[in-house]
């Protein structure tokens, strides 16, 4: 009996089939104990899709040099007024929040890759004293002057001021001088007066705190300073901008006690 061709065809993909089945048998088990079948089918997870939030370089609560030179890039393009601080804070998560919003990106007051990159592409980077803008810089070595006795020992290459007592240095304060044309003088001096609430005759300025030690030149609080930082100058007298700490001074420095101004 002749079979047609399309017959022969489906009956053999039927034996092939079931050879690969083994026949009857049951599907061979795998190492879990669920039967094994020849055929696998790849089939979507059901688990619905993530999207993996942004690392932050920089969130509010850091601190350290990163922050301080973010803050002082953010202040390049007019988003920061205050610091840096190099602590970052709720000022500086408004900032950041206010950059990236107005550059399309989400207001997360974090700083991401993203916001960084864009924030590198937009400014300079920041010399010494735009990141030490408002003080917190380190202090140089003492002078070898100021090693023994009571000396306000002042460094203008760091616009820092050490007290120090027979070489220990008690407390250290962000200072700034005279201009080009006021200069502060350099040298050994000594305090010779105390003012509390002394006021300038020559410029009509406040003074306090003011301690003299070179003619009209004094160490004192200054207001400018502790509202613009190393923006100004003073006409030739030390500026403290830390009125606790400028109180703290005046209260514990004699009159003939030492000053030591030097590079």
Request: proline share 7%.
């Amino acid at each position: 009996m002749r079979i047609p061709g399309r017959t022969v065809a489906l009956l053999v993909s039927a034996a092939a089939l079931a050879a690969a089945l083994g026949g009857c048998k049951p599907p061979p088990a795998g190492a879990d104990g669920k039967p094994r079948y020849p055929v696998h089918f790849d089939t979507p997870s059901a688990r619905p899709h993530t999207t993996a939030r942004a690392a932050a370089l920089y969130s509010r609560g850091d601190s350290g040099s990163g922050v301080r030179e973010l803050q002082a890039r953010l202040r390049q393009v007019q988003w920061l007024n205050d610091g840096p601080t190099g602590e970052y804070d709720d000022l500086t998560e408004q900032a950041v929040s206010g950059f990236q919003g107005k550059r399309g990106l989400p207001r997360t007051g974090r700083v991401d890759t993203v916001t960084w990159q864009r924030l590198l592409a937009m400014t300079h980077r920041p010399g010494r004293w735009e990141l030490y803008l408002m003080g917190g810089q380190p202090a140089a070595p003492p002078d070898p002057r100021c090693l023994t006795g009571r000396v306000l020992c002042v460094s203008k290459t760091s616009r820092t001021l050490r007290w120090m007592i027979d070489g220990r240095t008690l407390t250290t304060v962000s200072v700034r001088f005279g201009s080009q044309y006021t200069p502060t003088r350099e040298g050994v001096f000594s305090i010779y007066w105390k003012s509390r609430h002394h006021v300038s005759t020559l410029y009509d300025s406040p003074m306090p705190y003011a301690m003299f030690f070179s003619g009209g030149q004094a160490i004192h609080y200054s207001y400018d300073f502790a509202a613009h930082g190393y923006a100004g100058g003073s006409h030739g007298c030390v500026n403290v901008r830390d009125e606790g700490a400028i109180a703290s001074l005046f209260a514990q420095v004699r009159n003939g006690d030492r000053v030591v101004v030097y590079r």
